[in-house]
Nanobody, 124 residues
Framework: QVQLVESGGGLVQAGGSLRLSCAAS????????MGWFRQAPGKEREFVVA????????YYADSVKGRFTISRANAKNTVNLQMNSLKPEDTAVYYC?????????????????WGQGTQVTVSS
């Protein structure tokens, strides 16, 4: 069992930056691939970025490449999402997810555990 708690969301102007964090419980955090998804009002949840168990492989949605960076610290049971050059279209609730066997990092169904989400609002 893994519990995930996101933090770091907020209101920022376009062009600004935010850093999201996801704290995980449990002693097997390093066994899980981690991902971030987001969901805007009236839209489906969409993939943002993922990292494998070691941090050696990362996967980004085209919409965030070059602006967002995912990192993980297994010793601290945390995964972070640095978001730069934010745009109004990045506004959404951001969810952290953990998956034991993630065949497709961009697939919602690949993940076993989800956090409650943190709101990110980017004003124009």
């Amino acid at each position: 069992q893994v519990q995930l708690v996101e933090s770091g969301g907020g209101l920022v102007q376009a062009g600004g930056s935010l850093r999201l964090s996801c704290a995980a419980s449990g002693r097997t955090f390093s066994s899980y691939a981690m991902g971030w998804f987001r969901q805007a009002p009236g839209k489906e949840r969409e993939f943002v970025v993922a990292v494998n168990w070691s941090g050696g492989n990362t996967y980004y949605a085209d919409s965030v490449k070059g602006r967002f960076t995912i990192s993980r610290a297994n010793a601290k049971n945390t995964v972070n999402l640095q978001m730069n050059s934010l745009k109004p279209e990045d506004t959404a609730v951001y969810y952290c997810a953990a998956g034991r066997t993630v065949v497709n990092p961009g697939s919602y169904g690949s993940y076993d555990y989800w956090g409650q989400g943190t709101q990110v609002t980017v004003s124009s």
